[in-house]
């Protein structure tokens, strides 16, 4: 449990550096970072399949997706850059002290769990809820990949000149 | 829900309440197209941790993961369309800021 | 073999694009034709080979567990009729081959997703598939690459993200009351956990997401965006049935038969409803652009919808149900009719309009019938579903909402005979003297929507009693 503490603290750190820095390449490194203590913390829950998928996808391949994005459009240069800091600090200090009243408000009043547990089905292996329970699940999964695909032919090509 | 749950439950609530806060908080208050964006990760982030811990709550940790890894898959399609969304809008504009996109209101 | 519905177009996807562009272009014409048209078919004549035929072997390979209801027809139905028209659009509307080749791709996507939708009875598997419709219309959207549509799909990516987000973490906490994610299993568990907190967060999140996607106030800035700036087909499948069916077909099903409709729940969705109604009609008498107009009367339509789910009792959500398939024709009809003088003048500005009936016959005449109809004006079919919700409301006690229903449905005549008399009545506005009848294709599909306003209209005592 210990650990789980320490993670989840580590969690809101790189949420708030993700937010808070004035780098757009960093922000995407926070936000790759949330994604890796993320993945940790699911795989102490028990869930190492979710784990591997969220590690490699969301830690990896979003952060390449991020990273292409922002190649193919500007940098700023250094005097702009020093401009936007300032300006982004003053938009941005309420963020810490709206994360701590609404914190010790979550303390505060804490919701009754008044519900019983419920009862969950027997088949607890992944793989064969997927492949025989979830079909419907995976057919979404290759036709969203493939209107993924005609996206990409459509809006990365470039336009006529 | 027995003690043990509960005080799992508890922990894990309050740090996934504070990234949604993150996550709308940066949604709002940003004004670029690709920061929108990061933002709307962190908010996903949030709901695949919460999916994970109900699973790991109620001891239905296999179909939570059939889920999860399905929610990915979307999740990534989705950025890879908005990528391409605000790369086009930056071909066009020469510019991220939300505030120039003023043509269509509401 | 009602999972052919998905799997047919599913694997047409993948075989057609294995044929050269040129080809393929035409070929999947015909063939997504022919799909749309057979859904029609299947449902309105509902030959028992089709519906009662299991498919055994298939099932072993791929269990698709599906339910259907008159809902599902209707919807079924309404996708059929609005993708065969939105296919003829795209025809007559896109000139470029690769666009279309594209176009009809993301268009059998859509299709598929709708389907699924409508068919499938797990809360999760709901989630997939509207996602699914809801990419293959942000690209819709941005198709063209120009300014407005790129800003329109942005705007409706983000909104509809934040409503998906809403969607999942109540789906989450669905899984830790109930166990499971099946409609069964979740109404079930919903019954048996009581009102904890828990319980109405779950459904009010829910229930937010699905206003989000179907724009109903106070959610509704995307979508006035969305649909103006779409290309003309897209705008025609978006307006006509794509928000019907990831929002308001989903927020009816759920509420229907798996939240079950509580007094609270009841409230919510008639004061929404209420005040879409209001809003949607007000913001529409001060457009002047045509297609803004009418995405704001849908609002306004939708608004109707809901109030009439909101009721509850059977009578209402009759109404509820034919006017989500009139609204899904006359919508598509008026949106058809903006596409048309959209391509002869290169613009929906209103007031560059003036006189176009005497240059566009059926254009002019269509569109009378499709705003007659959303007005609610007798015999059209939109005036039975309107004045089914509102008896509907006056029988259940809801007084106050049956005569604001009425009153706004008075606004809405207001705008749309001021839209009619700048754009297609009244002198012919100089400069527009060489302005001909569009293409084949809308003038077919603009007369096909009519007719079926009309007869629907006419021998609605046998459409109410279709089963």
Redesign the interface.
């Known amino acids: 449990m210990a650990l789980n503490l320490i993670l989840l603290v580590l969690l809101l750190v790189a949420g708030i550096w993700t937010v808070l820095t004035t780098r757009l390449v960093r922000s995407v490194v926070g936000l790759a970072l949330v994604s890796a203590v993320v993945s940790i913390l699911i795989f102490r829950l028990n869930s190492p399949l979710a784990a591997a998928f969220e590690l490699s996808v969301c830690a990896g391949l979003i952060s390449v997706i991020f990273v292409t994005t922002i190649s193919f459009t500007q940098r700023l240069t250094a005097e702009r850059l020093e401009e936007r800091r300032k300006e982004r600090l003053g938009k941005y200090w309420y963020l810490p002290v709206i994360l701590i009243i609404f914190g010790i408000l979550l303390v505060v009043f804490k919701p009754k769990l008044d519900f019983p547990l419920p009862q969950v089905p027997s088949e607890q292996d992944t793989r064969n809820i997927i492949w025989h329970m979830r079909h419907v699940d995976l057919l979404g999964q290759i036709l969203i990949i493939l209107a993924g695909v005609f996206g990409v032919v459509i809006l990365f090509k470039e336009p006529k000149k | 829900m027995n003690l043990a749950g509960a005080q799992t439950f508890w922990y894990f609530y309050i740090a996934i309440m504070l990234l949604f806060v993150m996550g709308a908080y940066y949604i709002i208050a940003s004004f670029n197209l690709i920061r929108v964006l990061i933002g709307l990760e962190l908010l996903i982030k949030a709901v695949t941790l919460l999916s994970i811990l109900t699973g790991y709550l109620t001891h239905n940790e296999g179909l939570a993961q059939a889920l999860v890894i399905t929610l990915i898959v979307i999740e990534v399609v989705i950025m890879v369309v908005a990528g391409g969304i605000v790369v086009c809008i930056y071909r066009n504009n020469k510019s991220l800021d939300t505030r120039k996109l003023k043509e269509l209101k509401g | 073999m009602v999972p052919l519905f998905?799997l047919i177009p599913?694997f047409s996807?993948i075989i057609l694009n294995l044929f050269p562009k040129k080809l393929m272009q035409h070929l999947s014409f015909v063939w997504l034709g022919f799909l749309s048209l057979a859904q029609v078919y299947l449902v309105a004549a509902r030959p028992v080979w089709f519906w009662d035929t299991k498919l055994e072997l298939w099932n072993l390979l791929?269990?698709?567990?599906y339910s259907v209801d008159v809902i599902t027809l209707v919807m079924l139905l309404c996708i059929g009729i609005v993708v065969f028209i939105s296919l003829l659009a795209s025809r007559a509307m896109i000139s470029d081959v690769h666009q279309r080749v594209?176009f009809k791709?993301?268009l059998l996507?859509s299709l598929?997703?709708m389907n699924?939708t409508v068919l499938?009875t797990?809360v999760?598997?709901l989630y997939?598939?509207i996602?699914?419709t809801a990419?293959?219309s942000?690209?819709m959207i941005?198709?063209n690459?120009?300014?407005?549509g790129?800003?329109?799909?942005?705007?409706y990516?983000?909104l509809s993200?934040?409503a998906t987000?809403m969607m999942?973490?109540a789906?989450?906490?669905l899984?830790?009351?109930?166990?499971?994610?099946s409609f069964e299993a979740v109404g079930a568990?919903l019954a048996?956990?009581?009102n904890?907190?828990?319980?109405r967060v779950s459904i009010g999140l829910f229930l937010c997401g699905l206003f989000i996607k179907s724009g109903l106030v106070p959610f509704?800035?995307w979508l006035?965006?969305a649909y103006?700036?779409a290309p003309a087909p897209a705008s025609i499948l978006l307006a006509g049935i794509v928000t019907k069916v990831s929002g308001v077909y989903v927020l009816m099903r759920l509420a229907i038969s798996v939240f079950g409709l509580t007094p609270s729940v009841q409230a919510l969705l008639m004061f929404i409803g209420a005040v879409s109604i209001i809003i949607g009609a007000v913001a529409a008498l001060t457009q002047t652009d045509f297609k803004r107009m009418l995405a704001y009367s849908s609002i306004s339509q939708i608004g109707y919808i809901i109030l009439g789910v909101g009721c509850g009792t059977k009578l209402a959500l009759i109404g509820a149900v034919f006017h989500l398939f009139n609204h899904a024709i006359f919508k598509s009809l008026l949106f058809v009719n903006a596409a048309s003088v959209e391509k002869e003048l290169g613009t929906t500005d209103m007031d560059k309009m003036g006189g176009l009936t005497q240059r566009m016959p059926v254009t002019g005449i269509t569109s009378v019938i499709g705003l007659l109809s959303t007005a609610g004006i007798p015999p059209l079919s939109g005036f039975w579903s309107k004045f089914i919700i509102i008896i509907a409301l006056w029988q259940a006690g809801n007084f106050g909402y049956a005569a604001f229903a009425l009153l706004a449905s008075i606004i809405t005549l207001a705008y749309f005979l001021s839209m009619q008399r700048k754009v297609f009545f009244g002198k012919l506005r100089s400069g527009l003297e060489n302005i001909k009848e569009s293409s084949m294709g809308l003038i077919v599909s603009q007369a096909v929507l009519a007719i079926i306003t009309l007869v629907v209209g006419l021998i609605f005592p046998l459409v109410i009693s279709w089963r």
């Open positions: 998905v599913f996807i791929f269990s698709f567990r594209n791709n993301l996507v598929i997703g699924a499938v797990d999760f598997s997939v598939f996602e699914i990419v293959s942000y690209i941005a198709m690459k120009d300014r407005l790129l800003e329109g799909a942005f705007k990516l983000i993200a934040i987000v999942l973490v789906i989450s906490l899984l830790l009351l109930t166990g499971n994610t568990g048996g956990a009581g904890s907190l828990f319980v509704h800035g006035p965006d103006s700036a």
